[in-house]
């Protein structure tokens, strides 16, 4: 079956601008995550969805962040003023239900890039 | 806190073994394995719990020491495809977040 799909693969954007990022979970999945990965690191925590509301949002760094899934599938990641050391890949994964076995299946990531 | 991952890098031929640990500050319900090659996304490879039950790929084995809040990932007979670089990622027991935290990752490189 079809698994986690994010769109764009890359954006490439100017500092201050507004960006948007599409996460498609794989279908059934009730939960849903963000995280950002910076080269050489692992990916690092945003934000967490179970359903349609977010059960936890203490990785977002600031209130520049936003993340909404209103129907409970496709989530939007949402960035104002855009900062350079936004640049990063956003990755999205989503697991079928909570604990226990609740391994995440995670998409091709969109490559942000703030000039 | 970001569990710490060793050794950072290491090389091995086809056919030799490997062992990744992780290793955590605090109290873990969970130890997930992911392997991430260049480019590409995390694929998932084995969820460790606390109490001992484990699900995951059957070629890969791990081991999860709750008392020490330790994980190790065993890879033997190395394959070419085996080559990325492997993270933890740890899951706490306080809450209900079932966010991962997940170290700096450990590449591996399998050489023929």
């Known amino acids: 079956g079809a698994g986690v799909s994010q769109t764009p693969s890359n954006k490439v954007t100017e500092k201050g601008k507004y960006v948007e990022l599409r996460c498609d979970p794989i279908?059934?999945?009730?939960?849903l995550y963000w995280y950002r990965q910076s080269l050489g690191q692992g990916p690092e925590f945003l934000i967490y969805f179970q359903g349609t509301g977010a059960a936890d949002d203490s990785g977002l760094p600031n209130d520049r962040f936003f993340a909404v899934r209103p129907e409970g599938s496709v989530s939007t990641l949402k960035i104002q003023r855009t900062e350079r050391g936004d640049s990063a890949v956003y990755l999205c994964?989503?697991?079928?239900?909570?604990?226990?076995?609740?391994?995440?299946?995670f998409g091709p990531g969109t490559r942000l890039t703030v000039l | 806190q970001q569990p710490v991952q060793s050794p950072q890098a290491v090389i091995l031929r086809e056919g030799e073994d490997a062992v990744i640990n992780c290793s955590s500050s605090k109290a873990l319900y969970s130890v997930h394995w992911y392997r991430q090659k260049h480019g590409e996304a995390p694929v998932f490879l084995m969820i460790?719990?606390?109490?001992?039950e484990q699900k995951g790929h059957e070629k890969i084995s791990a081991s999860f020491n709750e008392k020490k809040q330790q994980s190790s990932l065993y890879l033997t007979a190395s394959q070419l495809s085996y080559s990325g670089t492997y993270f933890c990622g740890t899951e706490g027991t306080q809450g209900g977040s079932e966010k991962l935290v997940f170290g700096k990752g450990t590449k591996l490189t399998v050489n023929p």
């Open positions: 994964a989503s697991s079928l239900t909570g604990r226990p076995y609740n391994e995440q299946f």
């Open positions: 460790l719990l606390k109490g001992g």
């Open positions: 279908s059934g999945h009730t939960a």
